[in-house]
């Protein structure tokens, strides 16, 4: 069982800039695919960005070139630094942790994008 709380959230005006954390509990964190997902107000769940235990990356396109997701092993935690940021990008954002042993979600975290 993966335990994931995300944390970072909240108000910044277009142009700025947030980092987003995703702490996990439980073991085998680095046999994990880590990935951040949002999902605006009347709309569905999204893929934003995804790295596996190989570091190897995937981002939306649109978010390439303004958000960077990183992976700490020793701290079982995935980050998700977004600049640059737009109105468009005001969502919940969770966190997902998808292995052998399962898919976990975290609660979320608002951001909001408005000047």
């Known amino acids: 069982q993966v335990q994931l709380v995300e944390s970072g959230g909240g108000l910044v005006q277009p142009g700025g800039s947030l980092r987003l954390s995703c702490a996990a509990s439980g073991s085998a964190f680095s046999s994990y695919t880590l990935g951040w997902y949002r999902q605006a107000p009347g709309k569905q769940r999204e893929f934003v960005a995804i790295?596996?235990?190989?570091?190897?990356?995937t981002y939306a396109d649109s978010v390439k070139g303004r958000f960077t997701i990183a992976r700490d092993n020793a701290k079982n935690t995935v980050y998700l630094q977004m600049n640059s940021l737009k109105p468009e990008d005001t969502a919940v954002y969770f966190c997902?942790?998808?292995?052998?042993?399962?898919?976990?979600w975290g609660q979320g975290t608002q951001v909001t994008i408005s000047s």
């Open positions: 997902n942790a998808a292995g052998r042993r399962g898919t976990y």
């Open positions: 790295i596996n235990s190989g570091d190897r990356i």
